[in-house]
């Protein structure tokens, strides 16, 4: 819920990886996803840096009561819509412990998108908190978001 990770990856990840390949300098052309904590953190660097990420893909996204990320919804409602495509996936089966329950957080972060009017879509599955289902739509996932 900070802007640490995305410095990290703008400052000295993606430098590193710009030596040996060939990366484009429009935000327009970059995404980034994550599974779980990834995904909220793919979130995170697009939400704080849309001026460098503007497509992210989130799977089983943990925007639940860890570190904080239960807020987002709420930010989103609240704050200014950011220039940014979102794609979430999300399962009725996934995790529901002490720290939420992960297929409600993500139903809420895709009311809070729809409310805001951002472009973005949400596949909802029965699957866990796992892989599984958000490796089998990843094509069409992919197709979606650089439409």
């Known amino acids: 819920m900070s802007e640490q990770y995305v410095r990290f990856l703008i400052e000295e990840m993606i430098p590193a990886v710009g030596e040996q390949y060939n990366l484009t300098d429009d935000p327009k052309m970059r995404g980034i996803c994550g599974i779980s904590s990834g995904g909220i953190w793919a979130f995170t660097a697009a939400w ?21 990320g239960r807020v987002y919804p709420t930010l989103i409602r609240k704050s200014s819509k950011r220039d940014i495509r979102v794609f979430l996936q999300g399962g009725r089966n996934d995790m ?36 599984e289902h958000s490796g089998s739509i990843l094509p069409e996932s992919l197709e979606w978001l650089w439409r």
């Open 96 to 131: 529901n412990v002490d720290w939420g329950n992960w297929w409600l957080a993500n139903l809420q972060m895709e009311s809070s998108l729809e409310f805001r009017g951002y472009d973005y879509k949400f596949v909802g599955g029965e699957g866990e908190h796992n892989g």
């Open 48 to 68: 704080e840096r849309p001026d460098y990420f503007h497509k992210v893909m989130s799977h089983v996204g943990s925007f639940t009561d860890i570190r904080g």
